[in-house]
């Protein structure tokens, strides 16, 4: 069977399959050294996990939109809007309450990073029929995302998307999490039986998209179901979902495009042109954290630097812009034609 590579498959094992798998396993061998990490080593977690991995990847969208003129031309209401919608929507939201803003917006992550791994097996699946056994997949997938995060809602967990009591909404939800387990093991074992089927008739397997589903199981199930540790959650959490859509994003959008389609990107499609895709998102991604740290944080770096309520609310809506951004874009640019 041919596979179906994004790429190949050193990239695709690398960069998009490979990278909850690895963690997992770095998580097992030095179990204790990392629950103790964020104490003694809290600069660096958050410098390398949170301003290099998951902020970087927010603006290595700007290669799939705003660095592209013609597409900018080609939608200009909707990468002009979705920027200007997303601030005004954030000032709505801060105007109801601190902590009403960041529920909002950590329940628009989850259905972002919700919707990542069932983007990543369609493409997975994409030469695949339409038949039951890719409803399945579907099903799978969305259980090995959905069950973990109703589950977070209704527990105790030691750590948090954003901020404190974010999910304090399902609260006084009756406890469902007794039911969902059993339906959870249930759609797991249906999907394993299944593969197991398909793959013995037909003597052939999917790689890609089942270690896809896999690793997506994995690294949700233990990063915040099994494991109740924030640096746990944030090594799968973050590297799980940013480091691959990176390497989307530079699959997609620089080497897979001849030089005439990139124009003046066409820099960034040679080994020293990765390097200068990198050291452009982490800049971006530093510059962005810089600012939410010396005016909103202050948890790791010192700066006398105070702003009145007012201005906290303008700024924060403000500063949340190109994560917002992102995650409402990302419903668009992704999509395939439907004649295509």
């Keep these: ?82 920027p200007l919608l997303s601030w005004i929507l954030g000032l709505i939201l801060y105007q109801l309450g601190s902590l009403t803003f960041w529920s909002v917006l950590a329940l628009i992550a989850v259905f972002h990073f919700i919707r990542q791994q069932y983007g990543f097996m369609r493409i997975y699946a994409r030469s695949e029929r339409n038949n039951w056994s890719k409803k399945t997949d579907e099903v799978a997938i969305y259980s090995a995302t959905v069950f973990p995060m109703l589950y977070w809602f209704k527990t105790e967990r030691d750590f948090n998307w954003f901020v404190k009591n974010e999910f304090q909404w399902f609260e006084n939800i009756p406890d469902y999490v007794p039911l969902l387990r ?24 999917n790689l890609p998209k089942n270690a896809l589903i896999i690793g997506t199981y994995l690294s949700w199930y233990f990063g915040i179901v099994y494991f109740n540790n924030d640096v746990v959650f944030t090594l799968l959490n973050v590297i799980s979902h940013g480091i691959p859509y990176v390497a989307l994003v530079y699959i997609r959008e620089i080497k897979q495009k001849e030089p005439t389609q990139l124009n003046h990107l066409s820099v960034f499609k040679s080994t020293f042109g990765v390097l200068l895709f990198i050291a452009v998102i982490f800049t971006f991604a530093f510059f962005e954290e810089f600012l939410w740290e010396i005016l909103v944080w202050r948890e790791h770096l010192s700066w006398d630097f105070k702003l009145s309520e007012f201005w906290f609310q303008l700024l924060i809506p403000l500063l949340v812009v190109p994560q917002l951004t992102h995650y409402l874009l990302d419903g668009f640019i992704w999509r395939k034609p439907k004649n295509g």
């Design 1 to 82: 069977m041919k596979q179906p590579w994004i790429h190949n498959a050193k990239t695709d094992g690398w960069f998009i399959l490979s990278p909850p798998f690895i963690i997992l396993l770095v998580i097992f061998v030095f179990q204790k050294q990392i629950q103790g990490l964020e104490n003694h080593y809290s600069f660096y977690t958050w410098l390398f996990l949170i301003v290099f991995v998951d902020v970087a990847h927010v603006y290595s969208t700007l290669f799939k939109t705003y660095f592209v003129k013609a597409e900018i031309q080609k939608r200009k209401l909707l990468y002009y809007g979705i």
């Design 182 to 205: 059993i339906l959870y093991f249930i759609i797991l074992s249906v999907w394993i039986f299944k593969t197991v089927i398909e793959i013995s008739e037909t003597k052939q397997i």
